[in-house]
């Protein structure tokens, strides 16, 4: 008897030990994966840390004074755009702290989500589009351009309300008044030459993976532009004329409701600045000057941005 009892012991001791006590209730099923339980919404995702960082697929490369704040603000609207607020300088300024800082930076994302970035100074950084090709040829890359003789004149402006006492634009512009040369050193002028720039992304990435955008478009037709960023981005067009209204005090467009808000959101005071008056003959040789640059900007783009 003893040694049927030592028996039986023996044998349960493996495949007994997952039954429940007397009196207990029994254990759940185990959960199906991929179950009810196991889908959790955008929102519930988020909010437990989920989501993944990966490097932009798509960057506003600029320029200056162009629009790209604006434009980063408006895409931000859209559920499938996750974008880094401050410019990260990453291909210009950043590039020894590696890709793994520079992804470090970007927000977490879900699938079927873009992330994006925008640093404007890209487009005038020699070295930023072999920097950008080697991380992905695939990178889709946004220019917001605006005329050249209007973008230089803002960024003094921007300039001049830093420094107050840097000389006069008409000083900056030229290298010698009298000749009416042009100093191209000026970045304010340098900037816009455009087609210059161009052509050195155009060694790395070909001319239909860059949309070039409209900077008096965006204001004057913000709805219509966005449509086209969003054509570009494999978006579907969720930022539409309901989005926006025009604020007749800055003289341009704003959010009825920003991303995370139901409130109305214009650019803050940095944006949409008075330009100071500027003698009327330096602003016709100025477009004298960039006139056969921009010629050969819309050229290259098929694109006819009108600034003549």
């Known amino acids: 008897m003893l040694f049927l009892w030592l028996y039986m012991f023996y044998s349960c001791a493996g495949s007994c030990a997952g039954l429940p006590a007397r009196g207990s209730p029994a ?9 009810p339980e196991d889908a959790r919404s955008p929102i519930s995702s988020f909010a437990s840390g989920a989501g993944t960082k990966r490097l932009p697929q798509a960057i506003i490369i600029g320029v200056k004074k162009g629009g790209t704040r604006a434009l980063l603000e408006f895409l931000r609207v859209h559920p499938d755009v996750r974008a880094v607020g401050a410019e990260p300088h990453f291909f210009d300024r950043n590039y ?16 079927g989500q873009i992330t994006m970035e925008k640093t404007p100074s890209y487009f005038v950084t020699k070295e930023a589009p072999a920097r950008i090709s080697s991380m992905s040829k695939g990178t889709k890359l946004i220019v917001v351009v ?10 003094y402006t921007q300039t001049l309300s830093k420094k107050p006492d840097i000389p006069t634009f ?5 290298k010698n008044r009298t000749t009416g040369l042009i100093d191209t050193s000026w970045s304010a002028i340098q900037i816009g030459i455009y087609a210059k720039h161009l052509e ?7 001319i239909g993976q860059i949309l070039f955008v409209s900077g008096e478009r965006l204001i004057s037709d913000p709805a219509g532009e966005l449509g086209r960023v969003q054509d570009f981005l494999g978006l ?11 604020n007749k005090t800055k003289g341009f467009p704003c959010l009825k409701k920003a991303e995370g808000s139901s409130k109305p959101h214009c650019l803050g005071k940095t944006k949409g600045r008075t330009h ?11 477009r004298d000057f960039y006139r056969p640059f921009n010629m050969k900007f819309y050229q290259m783009t098929g694109q006819d941005f009108g600034w003549d």
């Open 27 to 35: 254990p759940p099923p185990p959960r199906e994966p991929g179950g």
């Open 236 to 246: 579907k067009r969720i930022i539409t004329d309901k989005h926006f209204y025009f």
């Open 146 to 155: 605006r005329d050249p003789v209007t973008r230089a004149i803002s960024d």
């Open 170 to 174: 008409e000083s900056l512009t030229f």
């Open 276 to 286: 100071p008056d500027i003698d009327q003959e330096v602003v016709q040789r100025l």
């Open 200 to 206: 050195n992304w155009l060694l790395y990435f070909p």
């Open 96 to 111: 020894e702290r590696g890709l793994a800082w520079y992804r470090d930076l970007m927000p977490r994302t879900l699938e």
